[in-house]
């Protein structure tokens, strides 16, 4: 059974960065595509940004620029690398494989 916890969340000031972790268990990391999303109080949960097998990524618009995921196999882990914070970056960021999600880190950016 694939298990996901995230990590790195935190409250930071607008313009400051973050890295966020996903460490996944179970053998299909390596041959999953990862993302992230996100879930603002009051709102629907968004993507934020996907990486596949092969390391094809896509984002959504307004992160583009701003945020980076990346993978590594090895460690069975994804990271969104977030720098130029916004406070309406302010959500619950979940981690995603196939149906699967992890619990999620709260993310706080102050104006």
């Known amino acids: 059974q694939v298990r996901l916890v995230e990590s790195g969340g935190d409250l930071v000031q607008a313009g400051g960065s973050l890295r966020l972790s996903c460490a996944a268990s179970g053998s299909t990391f390596r041959t999953a595509p990862m993302g992230w999303y996100r879930q603002a109080p009051g709102k629907h949960r968004d993507m934020v940004a996907i990486i596949t097998i092969d390391g094809n990524r896509n984002y959504a618009d307004s992160v583009k620029g701003r945020f980076t995921i990346s993978r590594d196999n090895a460690k069975n882990t994804i990271y969104l690398q977030m720098n130029s914070l916004k406070p309406e970056d302010t959500a619950l960021y979940y981690c995603?494989?196939?149906?699967?999600w992890g619990q999620g880190t709260q993310v706080t950016v102050s104006s």
């Open positions: 995603r494989m196939y149906e699967t």
